[in-house]
């Protein structure tokens, strides 16, 4: 029985590889002569199939392009004393610690390269946009004003400052 | 033999005379459904009518329920709402323009719409984007209505279900569903035709000490660019079905965001603003009220309708605010350039 | 009346550019569209994106359940690597590299979010609204029947993979989905082969122990 157990154990390790030679052509030896080993591989092997024939591509969101080409235009050039340093420093790091150490110095002194910080898409405040867009919504000729009058009171109505 | 022929032959013309019957009869009863809710949204033709109406919207924890009171004539409409603590608001719809009264923040926005579709447009875009069906006939306000539901014909807009007086074409019941399944109901309570409509209760009457806003004006994209300092463009991506309606310098009443450009659009039901303005200039938080209560239940009634979402690029701030998918908000907000 | 997705004129004609220019690159192999990516060529580098987010989308996904955060790391990886493709010293090892990129964003995600485990077994994929619902998965059957069992082992395969810790998650994400050999999911999550093997011999018991009813009689 343990040594089921410990067979069944390792299965795993077998199918992936990881056993030596020898554990290998043991597990081997043992499955073929006991049908609940034989059985539990089995159910590993079918399991591994059942994975691999579900496993699912989801299709990601349309458009996501149009967000990496925006922020790809939209960084700014790095300035010419920048682009100086890295000029000056690559050369100089393949010369050694001592010559490497004044380098990066140089290029702390240069400047770092200006990086737009990465954006991505958050929630807007729910004030003054939301407000004002359900305002505008509830003045077109086929809305609901009754429920855009209210919607807007509703949340115009938390103390506000009169600015 | 011939008594066997006569037997079938009647029985064949009773069928035939009772199918005929259906569809004659179900031809003249179904409505021309299309043309009637058209007109009902519009209220063009409506007779002037005082109603009140009850609502139902939801909120991020519970439905909130008001009562409001309408005035409607064919030039001019007014809803008040004594859903405020302060006194009562009003919203005062003209063909040019609107007033909206809150009484809680003493302040008087005025809103100068200048639409790109004229009100057949606006129509014919519904009827393009939207099936409307018939389900038929119910009473509401002790009046006989026809059932109808627009249901979009493609995309993921939400759609509405309307309860049409037969009679006088007014929308008398409406559910307005969410694109994040909740619902927003709108149900007339009481309703009087044919009175007399006095002009004066569409004359703006805020109490004294008002301050007035002009919240919407329409420009041009070149005179939004001016007035923001921002170049300012249209989305690239706009969801199937959906049309430019306005280009609007917009000032928020409240005082704590900055004044934007909004670039409207329309499928006929459900409105898209794009809102754009300089990166950096940030609403101020906490301005305008918290925005959850003590319990964390969000205080602006709007959490369950509408969705939003922000995108800052270079030196752009774009808000887009809409009941559409996370996903659709997304592509828009990024397609701004 | 035209009630089709409006766009302005100007943007039209971009469009029209980029789809001439995009023809001329669809058959070309990923090295020359990378090579052509160090020059700045932007219609080059869109195509490389078009071939692999999918998978970038997929990979990140699999490890974070967060469609939201996937669709940010994606947008995120396509834009760091094209700044930093400079960097890249052989163009056949694009791809390679495309993938460790999204592994490591998606593990300064879970250090950010500060878990390194998923509470519960049965997890599920939070959409970008917060709310918390079972990922959708489409009918790709045209019998009813086989179309709903298939959609169920799909969500099972699904949360079962959701529930195993990250470092399980990638390697088995790597290996099912992405279909990468060991060698390469070694370079890809920075560790030795034998730690690959270790890490994915677990997930499949795992998985066996959380799936067996499956497809046992």
Not at chain 1, 82 to 104: D, E, T, Y
Not at chain 3, 170 to 188: M, N, P, Q, R
């Amino acid at each position: 029985m343990s040594k089921c157990r410990k067979t069944q154990d390792m299965l795993s390790h077998h199918r992936t590889g990881l056993l030596t030679e020898r554990r290998r052509a043991e597990i081997e030896a043992h499955v073929s002569e006991c049908a609940e080993c034989a059985r539990e591989l089995e159910l590993l092997d079918s399991v591994m199939a059942l994975v691999e024939d579900h496993i699912h591509h989801h299709e990601p969101p349309e458009g996501l392009w149009h967000g990496v080409h925006n922020r790809i235009k939209d960084r700014r050039p790095e300035p010419v004393a920048v682009r100086l340093g890295r000029w000056i420093w690559s050369p100089v790091r393949a010369a050694g610690a001592a010559v490497a150490v004044l380098a990066i110095a140089a290029g702390l002194y240069i400047g770092v390269p200006s990086r737009q910080p990465a954006q991505s898409m958050s929630a807007a405040p729910a004030d003054d946009y939301v407000r004002g867009h359900v305002l505008y919504a509830g003045q077109g000729n086929l809305a609901d004003r009754t429920a855009s009058l209210v919607l807007y009171t509703a949340s115009s109505d938390t103390g506000v400052r009169n600015r | 033999m011939i008594g066997r022929s006569l037997g079938w032959m009647i029985a064949i013309l009773l069928l035939a005379t009772a199918a005929w019957g259906v569809w004659h009869t179900w031809g003249i009863a179904r409505p021309p459904v299309d043309a009637i809710v058209v007109r009902a949204l519009l209220r063009e033709e409506s007779k002037p009518y005082t109603a009140t109406a009850c609502l139902t919207m939801p909120e991020a924890k519970k439905k909130i329920k008001s009562t409001v009171s309408l005035i409607h004539s064919p030039e001019a409409e007014i809803v008040t709402c004594p859903c405020s603590g302060n006194g009562a608001a009003w919203t005062i719809k003209k063909p040019d323009c609107s007033y909206t009264y809150i009484p809680a923040s003493g302040v008087m926005v005025i809103s100068r719409y200048s639409s790109l579709l004229t009100a057949d447009q606006r129509g014919r875009l519904l009827l393009a984007n939207y099936g409307a069906e018939y389900k038929g006939k119910s009473r509401v306000a002790g009046r006989e209505a026809y059932v109808i539901d627009l249901a979009p014909r493609h995309g993921t807009s939400p759609g509405k279900k309307v309860w049409i007086d037969i009679q006088n074409e007014t929308v008398l019941r409406s559910v307005d569903r969410s694109s994040t399944g909740g619902e927003r109901g709108m149900e007339i309570t009481s309703i009087s035709y044919g009175a007399p409509v006095d002009r004066a209760a569409f004359t703006p009457r805020p109490k004294a000490g008002t301050k007035t806003i002009i919240g919407c004006e329409p420009s041009s994209l070149a005179e939004l660019s001016h007035k923001i300092g921002v170049t300012i463009t249209e989305p690239r991506y706009v969801p199937s079905g959906y049309a430019i309606e306005g280009r609007h310098f917009f000032t928020p009443p409240c005082g704590c965001c900055p004044s934007s450009a909004q670039i409207t659009y329309t499928d006929g039901l459900n409105t898209i603003s794009v809102f754009e303005n300089r990166a950096g200039s940030e609403c101020k938080s906490g301005c305008c009220g918290p925005e959850t209560d003590k319990s964390g239940r969000c205080r602006v009634a709007c959490c369950g309708v509408t969705g939003s979402g922000r995108i800052t690029r270079g030196n752009k701030k774009v808000v887009v605010v809409a009941d559409l998918p996370a996903s659709e908000i997304r592509k828009i907000a990024e397609s701004v350039e | 009346m035209n009630f089709r997705k409006t766009q302005p004129e100007a943007a039209d004609a971009r469009l029209d550019q980029w789809d001439e220019s995009r023809a001329a690159y669809v058959e070309a192999p990923d090295n020359e569209l990378v090579a052509r990516t160090r020059r700045r060529d932007l219609a080059a580098y869109e195509e490389l994106f078009r071939r692999h987010h999918k998978r970038v989308y997929n990979i990140a996904l699999r490890v974070l359940s967060n469609e939201a955060e996937a669709a940010d790391i994606t947008q995120d990886v396509f834009v760091r690597v094209y700044d930093a493709i400079g960097k890249l010293k052989s163009d056949d090892a694009f791809l390679t590299w495309l993938k460790t990129m999204t592994v490591n964003r998606c593990r300064d995600s879970l250090r950010k979010r500060g878990r390194l485990r998923i509470e519960s077994l049965d997890a599920r994929i939070q959409q970008s609204d917060g709310a918390m619902a079972s990922i959708e998965i489409p009918d790709d059957s045209n019998n009813p029947q086989d179309a709903l069992e298939k959609k169920f082992l799909r969500q099972s395969v699904h949360k079962a993979i959701a529930s195993l810790s990250p470092d399980a998650r990638e390697v088995v994400t790597l290996f099912y989905l992405d279909g990468a050999d060991i060698a390469t999911i070694s370079k890809i999550v920075g560790s030795p082969q034998g730690t690959v093997k270790s890490r994915l011999s677990r997930a499949r018991n795992d998985l066996k122990r959380k799936l067996r009813h499956h497809v046992e009689q």
